[in-house]
Every structure is written in structure tokens, then in C-alpha cells.
């Protein structure tokens, strides 16, 4: 029996990656801020949709293509050139930013670059942990992910704040070129698993993102996984925080209420990020998986009924905590069950229906609230974790789910009737 893996945050190869992960975050962070704060000042507030339009559009258009990128020419090397494209774009934004007073149509171009970088570099490190840890570790590693994007997000705008206070946007934009080459720096360092043999190379690269769909689809678990990805990501990767603004208004609570729902509904998610990271295990993950969907759903229609601030402030914490639990147990399952051939096309679709089908509820947030109130808003996201919950526990694969066990063999996820046919 081989021995036990060593934990994946005593794994000098994984901090190094998780070091290069949490600057390339924050570096965002403090991007999109600079970006939207010098939108704000050329154009005014009606140019900033603008910008963020521009850098939003290619992310979503081009994020299956990004897929087919990271499988053909390997995670680590992509996400590595994707940095430094991104350090490149952002270091020369403030150059310019400092030499010339930038138009509205320099941010739009900055925006558009950014966000064909961003395509490619998301799913190239989506793929990467199973290629720096062992199947029984993905869990911790998701878990440890879900801190940094919190730590990310926390300290993020402190910096850019305090940057900009100082060297106005400008500044930041250094700032956020900085992360970046540090985090290409750490980057540099991380040590991969030989790679899997690779898939046979097609005529185009189109038909490669055909084969990855047609994988996906097959795919007795991947297939209703990925389903209740979407649905389960769809209320709370966005469209959540308009919501707890909306909410907040109509109780009277005012911006302090929100922040404290609010906040509460992060601390709950570093919670679970904290479990997951130090657990040694997930026992039967997908009956978890729906279990925490079950409680997600109930959680957010109390959250849209809470009669006061402090009801309303313990079930942003309880939801923080259950769907923090879902996206990371879902992400190590994601991992677990993919070929690793096929694992950047796979993180392209999960991260498009995570990030595409969110922006579509923006609009139905305020007609929903304007029409009916706002807990009819969150009585609707707690439908569409319900019927997620129902779907983890109808679907065999998916109620039979498990992760890796310490000391177990990687098994190969094949298709249902063999490979997909070109």
C-alpha cells in the first residue's frame, strides 16, 4: 500500500502555486479597480459599463477556445505566458497612463486584450492542481483556492485604494504589474507531474473544442456535474450582491446592513475553504455536495424573509458557508473524474457556465425586486439550488460520487462508449 500522500498545505510545490495564484488574484483586484477608476475619470460614470463590456465580452466568447489552448500546448506553460502577457499590457497601460491623458477608447482596448489574456489564462490554471498533487489532496487544494480568492478580494481593494490615493491610476496599474510578475516569478518554480499522453492533435483547433464538448457530454458524471455547476454557481458568482443591496434598501438597513450581510456571507465561505484545507477526507462528497445544495436553498429564502438585520446576518453566514462547501467539493470532483487530456476544455466549460449564465439573472435582479420585493428574488435562487440539490441526488453518478481516497490509484475517466468520435 503506498504511503500517504503528504497534505497539500505542507506541499512546498503546491504553496509555491497557491503563492502564484493569490498575487495573480489580487492583481486582478486592483486591474479591474484601476481600470474602472480611470474609466470613471475620462469618460464618467455612463463609460465604465463601456470598459468593463469590453473586457467581459472576449472572456466569455473565447473561454472554450482558452480550454483547447491549455490542453494543447500544457497548463503550466500557458498560464505562465498569460502572466506575462498581462504584466506586459498592464505596466504599459501606466506608462501611458502617466505620458498621455488616456481616452476612453485606450481603457476599451486595454479592457479587450485583458480579457482575451484572461480566456485562456483561467482554465490553463483551473488545470493545473491535479498536475502538482495527488487525486486525494484536490479537495484541500480547492479548499485552499476558495482562501485565496477571499484573502484576494479582502486585500485587494486596500491596496489598490491606497495606491491610488497616492499615485492615482496610474499607480495602481503598476501595482497590479507587479503582482503579476511576482506571481510569474512563483510561477516559474512550480513543478508539474509528466504530462498525460497527449490526445491525438486534429486538423483544427476547432474541431479539438468539438472533442472536448462531445467528452463532456458523454461523460456519465461530467455531463449532470457540470449542470449543477451552473445552477448552483449562477445566484451567488454575482447577482447575490445586487440582490443583498436591494434587500438591504427595502428593510431600511441602509449600506452598514449590507456590509454586514454581506461580510458575513464571506467569512462563511473562508470557513469552508478553511474546512476543506485541513480535512483529511470528504466522505461520500456527492450526497454532501447535495446536502449543502438542500441547505443553501433553504438558507436563501430565510435570508430574503429575515424579519431583522441579525436573522438576516446569520443566514448570509450559513449560505457563505454551504456554497463555499459546494464550489469547492464540485471543483475537486471536476478534477478527480477528468482525463487529464481533456481537463483545460472541461475547466472552460465549468468557468463559462459559472461566468456566463451569472450576468444573464443581472437584469431579472431588479425587475424581480421591483415587482414582487426582494425575498421573491431570493426565493428564486433558492429554486434554482433546489432543483441542483434534486439533480446531485437523481443522477446515480453523481449520488455515488466520492474523491480520491488517500492511497488510492488514479483511475482514468473514460467515456461511457469510448472516445469521442472526430
Known sequence: MAPPARAAYRDANVLRWLTAYTASVTGDVVYFLALSWAATRVGGPSQVGLVAAAGALPRAVLMLGGGVVADRFGPLRVA????????????????????????????????????????????????LPPRITSPEQLARVQGMRGLSIRLSNAVGPLLA??????????????????????????????????????APRRASAWRELGDGLRYVRRHRMLAPLVTVIGLSEMCFSG???????????????????????????????AAAALLLTVASRIPRAGPAMSGALLVTA???VALGRAPALPVAVMFGALI????GFTTAVTGALIQTESDPRYLGRVTSVTTLCTLGLAPALFPAVGVTVALWGADAFFAGCGAICLLAAVLGLSVPALRRAELQPPGSVTPTAPFPSGPPVP
Open 80 to 127: 505562465v505566458v498569460s502572466d506575462a502577457i498581462r504584466c506586459a499590457v498592464v505596466l504599459a497601460v501606466a506608462v501611458a497612463v502617466v505620458l498621455t491623458f488616456p481616452s476612453v477608447w485606450l481603457l476599451v482596448v486595454v479592457a479587450l486584450i485583458f480579457g482575451v489574456v484572461d480566456a485562456v489564462f483561467m482554465p490553463a490554471v483551473g488545470a
Open 298 to 300: 433553504a438558507g436563501a
Open 239 to 269: 447577482p447575490v450582491a445586487t440582490g443583498l443591496v436591494l434587500l438591504a434598501d427595502e428593510r431600511g438597513w441602509g449600506a452598514p446592513g449590507m456590509g454586514w450581510v454581506a461580510s458575513a456571507f464571506s467569512v462563511g465561505a
Open 320 to 323: 457563505g458557508l454551504t456554497s
Open 161 to 198: 485604494g491606497s495606491v491610488m490615493a497616492i499615485g492615482h491610476a496610474a499607480g495602481a496599474f503598476t501595482l497590479a504589474g507587479v503582482l503579476f510578475a511576482a506571481s510569474l516569478a512563483v510561477l516559474l518554480t512550480v513543478r508539474i507531474a509528466a504530462p498525460a499522453e497527449a
